[in-house]
């Protein structure tokens, strides 16, 4: 069995910084594709961050510049750095990755994490 454990939300001041975390655990044989989406309520679940195997990245028109998306093979952990936040970057944030197991190949959600940017 394949979790995604997120962590990293919270409240923080439009201007400030996070930095999300993103675990993979279970039986996996690679992880090829990780990426970060976002939510709110009432909206489509938006694309933040793309990162490949190869460590290439790929972002959304906003995320571009204040957002860095990186990844510990190592550690099979998923990072989302993001800073100068705006109130408009409010969401729940949620990582996806896909990985290879002994079945083979499937796409794994994680169970979110809030971001709220306020004064």
């Known amino acids: 069995q394949v979790r995604l454990m997120e962590s990293g939300g919270g409240l923080v001041q439009p201007g400030g910084s996070l930095n999300l975390s993103c675990t993979v655990s279970g039986n996996i044989e690679d992880i090829n594709r990780l990426t970060w989406h976002r939510q709110v309520p009432g909206k489509e679940r938006d694309l933040v961050a793309t990162?490949?195997?190869?460590?290439?990245?790929n972002y959304a028109t906003f995320a571009r510049g204040r957002f860095t998306i990186s990844r510990d093979t190592a550690k099979n952990t998923l990072y989302l750095q993001m800073d100068n936040l705006r109130p408009a970057d409010t969401a729940v944030y949620y990582c996806r990755a896909w990985v290879v197991v002994t079945t083979g190949a499937y796409d794994y959600w994680g169970q979110g994490t809030q971001v709220t940017v306020s004064s």
């Open positions: 990162i490949t195997s190869s460590g290439e990245t």
